[in-house]
T-cell receptor, first 113, second 117 residues
Framework: QQQVKQSPQSLIVQKGGISIINCAYE??????FPWYQQFPGKGPALLIA?????SEKKEGRFTISFNKSAKQFSLHIMDSQPGDSATYFC????????????FGQGTILTVHP | GAVVSQHPSRVICKSGTSVKIECRSL??????MFWYRQFPKQSLMLMAT?????????EQGVEKDKFLINHASLTLSTLTVTSAHPEDSSFYIC?????????????FGPGTRLTVT
């Protein structure tokens, strides 16, 4: 019940295209859903996060869509750029877990120029 | 703001020796710090949660006697890998949660690459 399932495992997109990464969770107690970007040999960096009281959040080219009833959320990267090539992780946590994050398996995004 | 550093960034040690990794919050005080382990092309696996001044809470399957965690101040946590073996070779990442803020946001360090020969 603590799992967060992420798909696809890898994704190849042309420059200017839309990258879409999906995550699904089972634990309805999760109430914070961040997305992280990780470059090789570096630590993850927070991209954008959402709470279940909104269905969408947009920051620049990055948008999270959240479907509470389906227990799914997704990251959309608009106008994808080669510099976006990285591994993306979704995660989830709940208020009583003192910040413990449950991570998805990760998606390796490659954006071709 | 909200910068977390780790030292060293890379370390190579011989089998049987111990290695200490430091995690520092540079511009904020951290109530809680987390230690993760990441194998190549895999996700982050939480090893333990440490709170300043108290014992760390280890995840199931993590040997507390092998991975010693000390959170001596609000800006420093250390992970010591004792009697390291080649299977301990991994990328170790810490994160910190800021004191006084909501529980949600964590800031990650740049990671430490440990290679045990």
């Amino acid at each position: 019940q603590q799992q967060v399932k992420q798909s696809p495992q890898s994704l190849i997109v042309q420059k200017g295209g839309i990258s879409i990464i999906n995550c699904a969770y089972e634990n309805t107690a999760f109430d914070y859903f961040p997305w992280y970007q990780q470059f090789p040999g570096k630590g993850p960096a927070l991209l954008i996060a959402i709470r279940p009281d909104v269905s969408e959040k947009k920051e620049g080219r990055f948008t999270i869509s959240f479907n509470k009833s389906a227990k799914q959320f997704s990251l959309h990267i608009m106008d994808s750029q080669p510099g976006d090539s990285a591994t993306y992780f979704c995660a989830a946590t709940r208020g009583t877990s003192y910040g413990k994050l449950t991570f998805g398996q990760g998606t390796i995004l490659t954006v071709h120029p | 703001g909200a910068v977390v550093s780790q030292h060293p960034s890379r370390v190579i040690c011989k089998s049987g020796t111990s290695v200490k990794i430091e995690c520092r919050s540079l511009d904020f005080q951290a109530t809680t710090m987390f230690w993760y382990r990441q194998f190549p092309k895999q996700s982050l696996m939480l090893m333990a949660t440490s709170n300043e001044g108290s014992k760390a809470t280890y995840e199931q399957g993590v040997e507390k006697d092998k991975f010693l965690i000390n959170h001596a101040s609000l800006t420093l946590s250390t992970l010591t890998v004792t009697s390291a073996h080649p299977e301990d070779s991994s990328f170790y990442i810490c994160s910190a949660r800021e004191l006084g803020q909501g529980f949600d946001e964590q800031y990650f360090g740049p990671g430490t690459r440990l290679t045990v020969t």
